[in-house]
């Protein structure tokens, strides 16, 4: 058996110490939400046992449990799709075991007709797995004859109601879990920008490649902006104390949707750039330089999210991004071939493409600090200096 040498306990020692700190930031990321689960299992469970007097309330604290879950993700609807599935499991068991006894056959009829009805009705993940959850635990721990379908369904209906008034009394802060995500969009689209021009002003293939890979794989962080912005809107309609905060959540819902045309622009710009390296395609330096001052720009706007700031103070940097780029002015016009099939004498093909798509990622930002598409256009050109043609 081989010695574990000290070095190699030590580079165990750092793991063990790195797992457990991960553990620790989750945990104080999360101690919100797991405090809301805990109080609505028990709300639910006082309310469906002590008040409405059901015997075995076992549906209400895992309703509500469930309807709320350890993360901000539709929350509404969650709790909806669980009193509907729940409640067709139960309606379902409870029929069918009352005439057929319990046993295994028995148990795969309820199951797959709970299914089915279940899919029929919604389809969603959510109502489909609890309604045959559901007709699991009706079949296997209610003695056969045992009535309390519509107890049952009761129970889940408490237990969703119960997760929606904790989340509305102890709410997550909306803005913060929203400003985090798109936090991580902006931080992507800055990576990506900045390898892009490192990529052209160096002739780095390997750089280029790199940044549409990058690009490629945004479209998830993006998804997750969406997502959060939609389940803060519904935390910020249930909850009095963040009802305020409505119209921040539609500037961020704005945001979300100009940072996904401006990563899908960037995503043009990186496969672009790399086509031109690898066609030995002489790309001016001053474009490369506006590329980065804009992911400079952008990180100008990170800033104004993190401070909670005004998003329209970060409109400034992103136009003085191209106010000193002549470059960016008007996209030239790609020229002809030269007639003996070589490159033309005149600029590179893509340049007219980098150019464009660098533009509109200025105009999608732009409009993401609250401009519509046509004052970012006019600021955009009133902004630029004119182009030098000689």
């Known amino acids: 058996m081989p010695s574990v040498t000290p070095a190699g306990w030590r580079r165990a020692g750092d793991r063990v110490r790195a797992r457990l700190r991960l553990g620790v930031r989750r945990v104080r990321a999360s101690w919100l939400p797991i405090l809301q689960c805990a109080f609505a299992a028990g709300l639910a469970l006082w309310v469906a046992g002590d008040l409405v007097g059901h015997t075995r309330p076992f549906f209400a604290p895992i309703a509500a449990v469930i309807s709320l879950g350890l993360s901000l993700n539709s929350r509404l609807r969650r709790a909806a799709e669980l ?52 007709a699991v635990l009706v079949t296997t721990l209610l003695p056969p004859g ?19 008034l904790v989340a509305a009394a102890i709410p997550v802060h909306p803005v913060r879990i929203v400003r985090r995500e798109a936090r991580r969009v902006l931080d992507d689209l800055v990576t990506v920008l900045t390898e892009v021009a490192s990529a052209l002003r160096d002739d780095d293939r390997e750089s280029a490649s790199r940044a549409l890979r990058r690009a490629r794989d945004t ?40 940072a996904d045309y401006a990563h899908r622009n960037a995503r043009v710009l990186a496969r672009r750039a790399l086509t031109a390296i690898e066609d030995g395609e002489r790309i001016p330096p001053e474009l490369a330089d506006a590329i980065a001052d804009l992911a400079t720009a952008v ?27 002549p470059v960016l002015a008007e996209p030239p016009v790609a020229p002809a071939p030269a007639p003996d099939g070589g490159h033309p004498a005149g600029p590179a093909v893509s340049v007219p493409v980098l150019v464009a798509q660098t533009r509109s990622i200025a105009v999608d930002l732009l409009q993401a600090t609250g401009l519509s598409r046509t004052e970012a256009m006019h600021a955009l050109r009133d902004r630029l200096p004119a182009p030098d043609l000689g």
């Open 83 to 134: 009193v509907v599935g729940v409640s067709l499991g139960v309606l379902v068991g409870d029929l069918l075991i009352a005439q057929i006894g319990s046993g295994v056959w028995q148990l795969i009829l309820v199951v797959a007709l709970a299914i089915t009805l279940a899919t029929f009705f919604d389809g969603g993940n959510l109502i489909v797995a609890q309604a045959g959850a559901s």
């Open 146 to 164: 045992e009535t309390g379908g519509i107890d049952r369904c009761v129970d889940a209906l408490i237990g969703g109601v119960a997760g929606i």
């Open 219 to 258: 479209q998830a962080v993006i998804d997750g902006l969406r997502t959060a912005v939609g389940s803060a809107g519904e935390v910020a309609a249930v909850s009095p104390l963040h009802r305020p905060r409505r119209r921040m959540l539609r500037c961020y819902r704005e945001l979300a949707e100009r």
């Open 299 to 325: 990180g100008a706007l990170i800033r104004e999210l993190g401070q909670d700031g005004d998003r329209e103070r970060a409109r400034g940097p992103l136009l003085e991004a191209v106010q000193g780029a």
